[in-house]
């Protein structure tokens, strides 16, 4: 069963719910019959092109479908859209902008927002040629389809910031996240997402944890630092004042980096790289490994979501979450904001290695 009112919100507003929706309306009672995989299945020339390329999780963005057909688009070829397995077409077509010519028809949706709580599998299915029989189709070769896919982040991709829209920090910020990054052999994408979402590039952001700066750092997570970078400053007013008198000092500037490291938009760069680190230090011992090994399965995307979620959550708690859920170890309940954090910096670190993002 689906979640009610979840998922996406058009710039045309949405009636009031009434039962589970979709990313284009309410749910058709219409599942599909004849399936849809998650792999890619090309037959023939036409293809879908999706803009943005991937999912976008952290903002409202314009969403645009282009199918190409080199052959010609028939005057009876349809196009069908299918939201977790439902048919959702006549609610896309409804909120959406349809051109079509001889070769090309492009569905343009002004703007659509996606949540962080759940996946979001979205397939578009074009019929060349369909058959007059219900539910039938002629020839498999008249069928294409493909699905917008969600974004990724490698942890150790090399690949530069292209954009990190609609964010605008200063320049000295991008350079140190770029050089730290680099020497570290961390993807500079996904450290400037961090930054992003922990604190929207405010070197003087704070939190109610007191979680400080750029990377926002805890004071557990500053132990481990405070191993490798001791004699960065540290004030103690921070352990012992209330947050609601400290974030008055922070931001008046009577609390400043020459006090507490964090402060300093250049060090919290690289301590929130040194505590990546040290969470790839902790996945990798032989202990956690093995937990790993037995309970998840292996892609390339397996470490980096661990050590975001880690970074949010810590990585005791993971650890458990883990033992206790092994492959839906995301899904635990106390691990609910970690979840939203690891998609939604993914899908920073994704758009902001991106050329040509709509800004």
């Known amino acids: 069963m689906f979640k009610l009112c979840l998922f996406l919100l058009f710039a045309t507003s949405l009636p009031a719910c009434v039962g589970p929706v979709t990313p284009f309306g309410p749910l058709n009672s219409l599942k599909l019959k004849d399936g849809i995989e998650n792999e890619e299945e090309f037959s023939g020339k036409a293809f879908f092109r999706f803009y943005p390329e991937r999912q976008i999780l952290h ?38 902008k349809i051109t079509k010519n001889s070769n090309t028809w492009t569905i343009d ?49 090399n690949a530069p910031i292209q954009t990190t829209f609609p ?13 730290w990054s680099t020497n570290h052999k961390l993807n500079p994408n996904l450290v400037a997402a961090l930054v992003a979402q922990e604190s929207s590039f405010n070197p003087k952001a704070i939190s109610w944890s007191k979680a400080i700066g750029l990377t926002q750092v805890t004071p557990i997570a500053d132990l481990q630092i405070q191993e490798f970078k001791e004699e960065w400053p540290r004030a103690p007013e921070i352990k012992k004042l209330p947050i609601l008198i400290l974030k008055p000092l922070v931001s008046t500037g009577q609390l400043t980096s020459k006090d507490d490291w964090r402060l300093n938009p250049d060090l919290s760069i690289q301590g929130g790289i040194l505590y990546l680190e040290y969470l790839v230090d902790y996945w990798g011992k032989p202990q956690n490994l093995e937990l790993i090994q037995e309970n998840l399965s292996q892609n390339e995307y397996t470490k980096t979501n661990l050590i975001l979620a880690s970074y949010n959550s810590g990585a005791a708690r993971v650890a458990y979450a883990i033992k206790t859920n092994g492959e839906n170890y995301l899904n635990s309940d106390n691990l609910s904001e970690a979840k939203k954090y690891v998609r939604k910096i993914s899908s920073y670190c994704f758009h902001f290695s991106q050329q040509g993002q709509s800004e």
């Open 59 to 96: 903002a409202r963005s314009p969403f645009k479908v282009i199918l190409t057909d080199p052959d010609g688009i028939p005057n009876t070829a349809q196009i069908k859209a299918f939201y977790q397995g439902s048919d959702i077409t006549l609610h896309l077509m409804q909120h959406a």
């Open 167 to 179: 964010f605008k920090p200063k320049a000295h910020y991008l350079e140190s996240i770029q050089k």
């Open 109 to 157: 949706v002004q703007r659509l927002e996606l949540t962080t709580q759940s996946d979001h599998s979205l397939t578009f299915k074009y019929i060349k040629n369909p058959s007059p029989i219900l539910d039938k189709i002629i020839s498999p070769q008249n069928i294409i389809q493909t699905q917008w896919k969600p974004p990724y982040c490698d942890l150790f991709s």
